[in-house]
């Protein structure tokens, strides 16, 4: 059986919105790394969902969502690393 050397653990991070506004609409495009673009689309869902004026200023590109890429990449290993 393979694990992949990663941490499970969550992670806290403090930025302000610029640097949120910016790290979606570098990290979700389709040229980022499929693990870190499904951050930035759920970080930029949640902002939606929590505060909708502020997400119209966020460039996404247009495809996945992070659930599309969480489906795709990570449905396998559901389970697993508990």
Same mark, same amino acid.
Request: one cysteine or more; aromatic letters at 14%.
């Given at each position: 059986?393979?694990?992949?050397?990663? #941490?499970?653990? %969550?992670? /806290?991070?403090?930025?302000? /919105?610029?640097?949120?506004?910016?790290?979606? #609409?570098?990290? =979700?495009?389709?040229? %980022?790394?499929? #693990? @870190?673009?499904?951050? =930035?689309?759920?970080? =930029? !869902?949640? @902002?939606? +969902?929590?505060? $909708? !004026?502020? =997400?119209?200023? @966020? !460039?996404? $590109? $247009?495809?996945?969502?992070?659930?599309? @890429?969480? +489906?795709?990449?990570? #449905? +396998?290993?559901?389970?697993?690393?508990?």
């Amino acid at each position: 059986m393979w694990y992949p050397t990663v #941490s499970t653990g %969550a992670y /806290l991070s403090r930025l302000i /919105l610029r640097e949120v506004f910016h790290f979606c #609409s570098l990290r =979700a495009g389709p040229n %980022a790394h499929f #693990s @870190i673009r499904r951050v =930035a689309l759920r970080i =930029a !869902a949640e @902002i939606k +969902q929590r505060h $909708p !004026a502020l =997400a119209g200023f @966020i !460039a996404l $590109p $247009p495809g996945k969502t992070w659930q599309d @890429i969480e +489906q795709e990449y990570f #449905s +396998q290993y559901k389970g697993v690393l508990c």
